[in-house]
């Protein structure tokens, strides 16, 4: 049996197609760091004359089904696209219904992020959140810091322009002497000491990155699937490690020769 379907044991029927998919994972070829772009709540709801907020409410659940299944396969880290720097244009209602929902996701799910030794954290600007919400993102990660397992990054108030505007702006402050290396820049991104994402997942079929970790994703494998992000489940999630693994990753170079047909 595949050592990976010991974390799905009591959860999954061994004859479904969920466990299939499991099986057939090959342990050493996992993403080590697999970011997701959650897009299609508004879609979701308009195409069931709902409310836009009831698509963020239902893409709470696929929040969920996502972190959970990631856990499971004992993924290093998973960072989801959860609000950019540009969605504080929205109407503030809808903004201010969000925080509300991410304060309630926090309070319910801890207990489930304790029990899959998931390690919480954020990134971006999160100064700018609302106090009420920063206060409740600063208790989760306190709460679960000593946690080993995966570590979910929340991207808050964030965008890959302003992320390497603030890493420059590091750079400054401390008198780095030029020429700037690759690896200052890196030492000074909000994810320095993680590895890049190996895998960037994008829903509702939407072809754009977003202004998402744009210094990250260089060499990232892009799997876009039209799912509205309120209906990805673990499944979606799992075909989509399916599909990382099948991949070549050259980096810039040739295939193999035992692979390249031409």
């Keep these: 049996m595949n050592p990976l379907m010991e974390g799905f044991e009591g959860v999954l029927d061994p004859d479904s197609f969920e466990a299939q998919l499991v099986e057939n994972l090959s342990p050493a070829r996992l993403p080590r760091h697999v970011a997701i772009i959650m897009d299609g709540n508004g879609r979701w709801a308009r195409q069931r004359g709902l409310p ?11 929040v969920k089904a ?33 925080w509300g929902l991410l304060r309630q996701y926090l309070r319910s799910d801890l207990a489930t992020l304790q029990k899959n030794n998931i390690r919480f954290d954020t990134i971006g600007r999160t100064g700018e959140l609302p106090r009420t919400v920063r206060e409740q993102l600063e208790k989760v990660t306190r709460k679960t810091s000593a946690n080993t397992g995966t570590r979910l990054f929340l991207a808050l108030s964030y965008s890959g322009r302003t992320e390497l505007v603030d890493a420059f702006n590091r750079l400054l402050r401390r008198e780095r002497a030029v020429p700037v290396e690759s690896a200052d820049i ?11 994402p190996d895998l960037l997942i994008r829903t509702s079929g939407e072809l754009r990155i ?10 990232s494998e ?3 699937t039209d799912v509205l992000w309120p209906d990805f489940r673990g499944v979606d999630f799992l075909q989509a490690v ?20 031409g």
């Excluded at 693994?245 to 047909?261: C, F, I, K």
């Design 66 to 98: 996502t972190v959970e299944c990631a856990a499971r396969l004992t993924l290093p880290v998973l960072t989801l696209y959860a609000f950019s720097s540009e969605n504080w244009k929205r109407p503030e209602r809808e903004v201010n219904t969000l």
């Design 222 to 224: 892009i799997y876009v």
């Design 52 to 62: 836009r907020i009831e698509g963020h409410r239902a893409g709470v659940k696929a």
């Design 242 to 261: 399916q599909e990382f693994q099948q991949r070549e990753r050259r980096y810039g170079g040739v295939a193999s020769p035992a692979l390249d047909n």
């Design 210 to 219: 977003s202004n998402f970790l744009l210094w990250q994703i260089a060499y």
């Design 186 to 196: 890196e030492a000074n991104l909000y994810t320095r000491g993680l590895p890049d």
